[in-house]
């Protein structure tokens, strides 16, 4: 059930935000005004890096951990537009097949824990890799990528019968007086790697090792040994926490040491430090792709928080079939203060992802709300769209625009002002092609995402104990 997001950019970010936003600008009657400049992440954005900024210490305030992500695009300038919207599509396209084919074992009620194996080449478990954090695991440093979308956390071990390149050292387990396989006869291989991978682990010739094998859409894959370690969420330990120890690793990971799992069940961290944190974790992520940050925070400590507006809670949906997954109501959207009507708010179904670029909506609300975009941006000239994105302006002419306000509405009266940052994607540098930052699923029935481009600047609050996710408006920093 783990949903490994695989992109052809690896793009690092810091969830602990140095700079304001980029581009707030200033709302007038519903609508941003704001310079093209400001609107653009800046030129790093559109090639490599000249400069990165220091990775910076964790912190613990009280109850809560505060962790370090970063952002960085391995792609060279003139393909990591088209390679990261075509392996976003196929990122949503996997969600939207995995969700179908758990649907239709409930339709036939067959649906059972050891029914749960999925084919690992189907592509169920396509993600994509965007934003990491450094952990202690045993005594090794690690980067890894955090993905809500995922449950087992993995990291390269030695000795590494095939590993990729990474760029901090490999784990090497022999060296670590805390670290133990887990037993191949224990539940822990059987019954909750199945419930979190979709697929039960193997035994070793000895049968003192539990295998694990998760293999992705693209021919990449991790295999190894399960096994338990003390990890370091900043100054918390973690002992006996189980993640996969990789020996045998191909795929898109862009040097980083491996996976964090933030999903729903046993195995992912969210749950195994439910003593130490309760369940809840946040992040807020910065506006700029480079020398940026944002927090990814674990613990219910919201002193932690920098949020401008109280966090506003709605219910988060309990689907036990897709249980990597967070799910939530929508229940309506407006722009530029013009409510959408759509008949697609009936069934509002909408799930919310840290890997996911782009958003998705259903047909009936995407029409509706592109059409009301199109008609308050109707100064400015149309340009061709581009890739996933098919509501495109040539933006070249002007020092200053008027953009539209977008506002999300969910369950129990919530409501999420989308950042200016996170309505228009810049496909080129000098504006001429700029695109409405949303895109349209296939079919009503597909359930919508909301895509980290739209979660920019706010804080999100998963609470797992609770079952609510929170939102609120934060300028994100680590300062």
């Given amino acids: ?53 220091a990775p910076q210490r964790p912190k613990t305030q009280k109850g809560a951990t505060i962790l370090e992500l970063r952002h960085h695009s391995t792609l060279f300038k003139h393909k990591r537009h088209q390679n990261l919207l075509k392996m976003d599509e196929a990122r949503a396209t ?21 029914a749960a194996q999925l084919p690992l080449s189907s592509g169920v ?33 030695t000795p590494c019968a095939a590993c990729y390149t990474q760029q901090d050292p490999l784990f090497n387990p022999s060296s670590s007086p805390t670290y133990l396989s887990v037993p191949c006869n224990s539940t ?69 040491s491996g996976l964090m799992g933030l999903g729903r069940t046993q195995l992912s961290l969210v749950s195994q430090t439910t003593d130490q944190f309760g369940g809840v974790f946040s992040y807020c992520l910065p506006t700029k792709l480079y020398n940026s ?3 990814l925070v674990f613990g219910n400590d919201t002193s932690a928080f920098k949020n401008a507006t109280p966090v506003s809670y709605t219910r988060m949906i309990a689907d036990p079939t897709l249980a990597p997954f967070y799910f939530l109501n929508i229940t309506g959207a407006s722009v530029g203060g013009i409510p959408i009507n759509a008949s697609g708010f009936a069934n509002g179904k909408i799930l919310i992802d840290s890997g996911t670029v782009i958003t998705r909506l ?18 400015y000239p149309s340009a061709s769209g581009f890739s996933i994105l098919d509501t ?32 228009l994607y810049f496909v080129k540098k000098d504006g001429s092609q700029v695109c409405l930052a949303l895109a349209s699923l296939s079919y009503e029935d597909q359930v919508g995402i909301i895509g980290n481009y739209q979660q920019k600047n ?18 994100c920093s680590y300062s």
């Fill in 94 to 114: 996997s969600i939207q097949a995995q969700i179908k084919n758990y649907n239709k074992f409930e339709e036939k009620k067959e649906f059972l824990p050891e």
């Fill in 392 to 423: 495109c302006f040539n933006l070249s002419g002007y020092d200053e625009v008027r953009v539209p306000t977008l506002k999300l509405e969910f369950e129990g009266d919530v409501d999420v002002s989308v950042d200016v940052s996170g309505i």
């Fill in 293 to 295: 940050s944002g927090s």
């Fill in 458 to 475: 706010q804080r999100v609050v998963y609470d797992t104990v609770g079952s609510r996710l929170g939102f609120a408006k934060e300028p």
């Fill in 125 to 157: 478990k396509l993600q994509t890799l965007n934003y990491v954090t450094t952990i202690t695991i045993g005594s090794t440093n690690t980067t890894v990528i955090v993905d809500t979308g995922s449950d087992l956390t993995w990291v390269q071990c």
């Fill in 362 to 379: 259903p047909p009936s609300i995407y029409k509706s709300l592109k059409a009301e975009f199109v008609a308050q941006f109707s100064a």
């Fill in 188 to 256: 822990t291989c059987t019954t909750s790697l199945q419930a979190a991978t979709g697929i039960s682990g193997s035994c070793s010739q000895d049968r003192n090792s539990c295998f694990y094998a998760l293999g992705y859409g693209d021919g990449s894959y991790t295999r190894g040994i399960l096994a338990q370690e003390t990890i370091a969420l900043g100054d918390v330990q973690v002992p006996n926490f189980i993640f996969g120890c990789g020996r045998s690793n191909r795929g898109l990971f862009g040097g980083t």
């Fill in 1 to 53: 059930m783990q949903m490994a997001h695989l992109l052809s950019a690896v793009l690092w970010f810091l969830l602990i935000v140095v700079a304001p936003s980029a581009g707030a600008g200033i709302v007038e009657d519903n609508a941003f005004v704001v310079s093209l400049h400001e609107l653009k992440f800046g030129a790093d954005e559109f090639g490599f890096s000249s400069s990165t900024s």
